[in-house]
C-alpha cells in the first residue's frame, strides 16, 4: 500500500518506520523543514528505544521523508493524519494543524484516497474535515474519511505500535475498512510475528475493534481520561495513606490483585503529564460541556493532579525549611522514564517552582536535557552530565522522572556527595529500606518514611554494600515489572 503519514512527530515518525516495517511505501511528511532534514541524513530527533534501527532499516528503502505535502498526497492510496492537536487556552483542542491538513488535501488529491485521523480529536473532527475538503474543492468520490487512533506509548512507542493490544478503525465505508485491515494485517494475523527480522516482543495477534468514526474517535478520549483517573484515584489514595499511616504501595498492590481494577497505573507521584493525558482530560471535558453535561469527575481528576505537585513541594519544604539558596539535585525531567519529551512535564514545573522559591537547581535527566534546555533562560538552571555530577554539595536529591537507570545509582556514593542526607521521592522510584540502608533520609509519596522529621535511623545505616546491592537488585526487579505496566 502506499501510504502517507503527515507530521513526523512521536506518533507520525514512529507510525510511518511501522508502516514500512510491515511491508508498506511509505512517505513520511513533515512541513518542519529542520526536522525533514535531519531525518534524510540519518539523524532521529526523538528518543524512541528501536527506531533508530527501524530508521536505518527502511530509509531510503521502504520509507522516504519529504516536506512536499501536496506530492505525497496526489501520490499515496492512503492519507494518515499524525500532527499535534495542542490545547487551546479555553481547553479546547486547537484543531489548526487537522484543519490545514484538510486543505491541503483537498487541492492535491488525485485518485481514490482514505484519510486517516490518527492524532487524538474531538469527537466530531473527521466530519470537519470532510466538510473542509469539500468547501476546497474536493470531489466527494475522491475521498473517504476514516478513525484510527493511536494508543502507543512513548518510551515504548515502536513495540506498542508493532505488538498492540487493539486496533481500533472507526470507518463508515467498505473501501476504508478494506484498506485500513489490509494495512495492518500483518499484525491481525500474526504473520509479522513469524518473520526472522521481527522486532521481538510479546507475540499476540492483535484485536481488531471496527466502530463508527464518532465511536472511535470517542474511545480514545474516554480512554485516555479514564487513565488520568486511575492516576489521580491512587495519588488521592496516597494522600489518605499518609494520613492513616498506611503504604501505598500495599494499598496499590492489594487493590490491583483484583483483575476487574489491574495493577497498571496504580502508581503514584507528582502527577501525570506530558503532551497526552493533560490535554485529553481538558478537551474531553469540554466536549461534554459542548453537549451539556458538566463532566465534573474529570475537573476533580485535574485537580488532584495539580495538588500532587503542591504536596510534594510541600515535603521538599519540610525536609529543608526554607529553599532560597539551597542547592537541590533533581534527577529526571522527562515526563515520564524512557522518553526525552518534556512537554508539560511535572518534573519541569517542580523545578520552575523551586526557582520561584529561590533554590538552585543543578538537573540530570539519561534522555531529556536537550529539550530541557530549550526551556529555560541561559543559566536559570544547571545541568549535570550525571547524576553524581548532580548531587555534588546538594542540600537533597529529588528524583521526579521514574528512569529505570536511577535504581543502578549507588546511594553510599550518594550520601558521600550531597552536603544533607535528603532523598525526596517524588515517583516512587526506590524503596524506603533501600534509601535508609545508605544511610539517606527517605520521603517518597504515600508511603513509611515519608514525613519529616524521619525517623531515618543514622546508627543502623548499612556500610555494607553486598546488603545494599543485594536489596537493590530486588528493588530493581521489582520496578522493572512496575515499569512495563506503568505507561502514560
Ligand atoms: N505522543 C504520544 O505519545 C501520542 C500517543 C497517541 C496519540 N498522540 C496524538 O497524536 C498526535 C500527534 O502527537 P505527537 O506527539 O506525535 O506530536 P508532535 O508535536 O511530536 O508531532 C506533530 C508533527 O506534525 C507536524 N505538522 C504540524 N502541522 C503540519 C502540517 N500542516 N503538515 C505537515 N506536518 C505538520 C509538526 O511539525 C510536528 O513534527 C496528537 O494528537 C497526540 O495527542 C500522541
Known sequence: MKIAVIGAGYVGLVSAACFA??????????????????????????HEELLPELLQKHRGRGLRFSADVRQAFSWCEVAFICVGTPPSPNGEADLSYVEGVAREL???????????????????????????????????R???????????????????????????????????????????????????????????????????????VRS????????NAFLALKISFINAVSTVCEGVGADVRQVAEGMGADSRIGPRFLTPGIGYGGSCFPKDVLAFRSVARSVGYDFQLLTEVMAINESQKERFLAKVREALWTLRGKKLAVLGLAFKGGTDDVRDSPAIEVVRRLLQEGAHVVAYDPAAMEKAKALFADGEIAFASDAYEACTGADAVLVLTEWQSFLELDLLRIRGLLKLPI????????????????????????????????????????????????????????????????SQ
Open 21 to 46: 516495517e510491515l511491508g508498506h511505501e511509505v512517505v513520511n511528511v513533515d512541513n518542519d523543514r529542520a526536522k525533514i532534514a535531519m531525518l534524510e541524513q540519518g539523524q532521529v530527533p526523538i
Open 106 to 140: 483537498a487541492l492535491a488529491l488525485k485518485g481514490h484516497t482514505v484519510i486517516v485521523e490518527k492524532s487524538t480529536v474531538p469527537v466530531g473532527t473527521c466530519e470537519a474535515v470532510r466538510r473542509t475538503m469539500l468547501l476546497h474543492g474536493a470531489d466527494p
Open 142 to 212: 475522491d475521498f473517504s474519511i476514516a478513525s484510527n487512533p493511536e494508543f502507543l506509548r512513548e518510551g515504548t512507542a515502536v513495540s506498542d505500535f508493532l505488538y498492540p493490544e487493539r486496533i481500533l478503525l472507526g470507518v463508515s465505508d467498505e473501501e476504508s475498512r478494506k484498506k485500513l485491515s489490509a494495512i495492518y494485517m500483518p499484525l491481525l494475523d500474526g504473520s509479522y510475528y513469524e518473520r526472522d527480522d521481527a522486532i521481538p516482543g510479546p507475540t499476540r495477534p492483535a484485536r481488531l475493534l471496527v466502530t463508527s
Open 216 to 223: 472511535a474517535e470517542l474511545i480514545k478520549h474516554a480512554s
Open 423 to 486: 532523598l525526596l521521592d517524588g515517583k516512587n522510584v526506590f524503596s524506603t529500606g533501600v534509601v535508609e540502608k545508605a544511610g539517606l533520609l527517605y520521603c517518597g509519596i504515600g508511603c513509611e518514611g515519608s514525613a519529616f522529621p524521619l525517623h531515618a535511623p543514622f546508627s543502623q545505616v548499612s556500610e555494607d554494600r553486598s546488603e545494599m546491592a543485594e536489596a537493590g537488585a530486588q528493588v530493581a526487579g521489582e520496578f522493572t515489572s512496575a515499569l512495563q505496566a506503568l
